[in-house]
């Protein structure tokens, strides 16, 4: 299993994920600053995995200062990771617990160490969530299923076995998938370069179509559900995820395909009472001015790039969580699901 995220004692290995599918490179961090921005330019991203590396970046803040600095340090570190990137809450409820740490924290010299537990139990969480998740979210799936997923939840974007990709490797271990269709995610085609080559590797029959395509595919070809991750769930039920996961689900409705949602708690964010809190993060246009690194666009054109967009949770048949399946989402359930997380920043 390829993992994006691991902690080597001293720095952080990170899998560049710009490079794939093609180059398959490992990054050793040994700073924080290099962590953020890791982060920042998408080397690692996915939300559970951005979380994981952040927590790791503060530790590393602290592991490289003098002991008279350390709790300083870190309180830097983790407001300049906290400023990366703004949708996926994961990052912000690790930096969170990574914070609790430095407010409890006794002596200097212990503090690497406790930053270090805490940062390990984060990693460790998500990797048994994720495992959850993927037996969950099998059950949902019917026999001889074909399913649909959108832009990158798999081991790569969580740094352990996947949430929507999971329950689908999974279901295909089962013996009950027929195949999976990718789309390709643009503009930064995770779904091309990321999901079709962890399903490949999985050993997972896999399509890939465009983007523009899914509305055909749903009126002519039997899908029988879609899965995708999530970013931030809100109070509500209402779901942040990669843009273009609005669309799916209003034709998801439409051709009566169940839309399946796959997400850890610490996705789930309370303190936001619906989706049109959820910041949503504007990336540069180049992103869709270009295409491997070719210009494409007409000069003079202006440009907008939402990287993430908010699918209602009318538009929601089930959020898979490692704690259970909601099939109506609601605050009430997702207190109950998630154990009663309290409040989380936005």
């Known amino acids: 299993m390829t993992y994006s995220v691991e902690w080597r004692g001293d720095h952080v290995r990170l899998l560049d994920q710009r490079l794939l599918p093609y180059d398959e490179h490992y990054l050793e961090l040994t700073s924080s600053n290099q962590v953020a921005d890791a982060i920042r330019n998408m080397t690692v991203r996915g939300a559970p995995a951005i979380g994981v590396a952040a927590a790791y970046g503060v530790v590393l803040a602290a592991l490289k200062a003098a002991p008279d600095r350390r709790v300083d340090a870190s309180r830097d570190a983790i407001a300049a990771l906290g400023r990366t990137r703004p949708t996926a809450v994961n990052l912000f409820a690790a930096l969170d617990r990574m914070r609790r740490v430095l407010d ?9 160490e406790s930053l270090a537990q805490t940062a390990v139990s984060i990693h460790q969480e998500e990797i048994d969530a994720s495992a959850s998740i993927s037996r969950l979210g099998a059950s949902l799936i019917p026999e001889k299923a074909t399913v649909l997923t959108h832009c990158n939840a798999g081991t790569i974007a969580t740094a352990a076995h996947g949430t929507a990709l999971g329950v689908i490797v999974e279901a295909h271990r089962q013996g009950k998938l027929e195949r999976a269709i990718t789309t390709e995610t643009r503009p930064l085609l995770q779904g091309a370069r990321l999901t079709a080559w962890e399903l490949v590797r999985a050993g997972v029959p896999t399509t890939l179509i465009t983007d523009s395509m899914v509305g055909h595919l749903m009126r002519t070809t039997r899908i029988d559900c879609v899965l995708v991750g999530a970013d931030r769930i809100a109070a509500n039920g209402d779901v942040a ?3 273009g996961t609005y669309t799916i689900a209003v034709l998801a409705r439409t051709h009566h395909v169940p839309f399946y949602v796959a997400a850890p708690g610490s996705s789930v964010d309370l303190s936001l009472r619906s989706g049109s809190e959820i910041e949503i993060e504007q990336r ?8 491997a690194g070719r210009p494409v666009a007409a000069d003079g054109v202006d440009f907008w790039n939402p990287a993430f967009d908010v699918t209602p949770r009318r538009l929601i048949t089930a959020i898979v969580t490692e ?3 909601l099939m109506a989402p ?5 207190r109950m699901i998630v154990g009663c997380p309290g409040e989380r920043r936005k």
Not at 104 to 112: C, D, K
Not at 284 to 291: I, N, R, W
Not at 330 to 334: A, D, E, M, Q
Request: net charge positive; aromatic share 4%.
């Open 104 to 112: 409890s924290a006794r002596s200097a010299e212990r503090l690497v």
């Open 241 to 243: 995820n990669k843009i």
């Open 284 to 291: 540069d246009s180049t992103e869709v001015a270009t295409f």
């Open 323 to 325: 704690r259970g399946i």
């Open 330 to 334: 609601s605050k009430n359930g997702l």
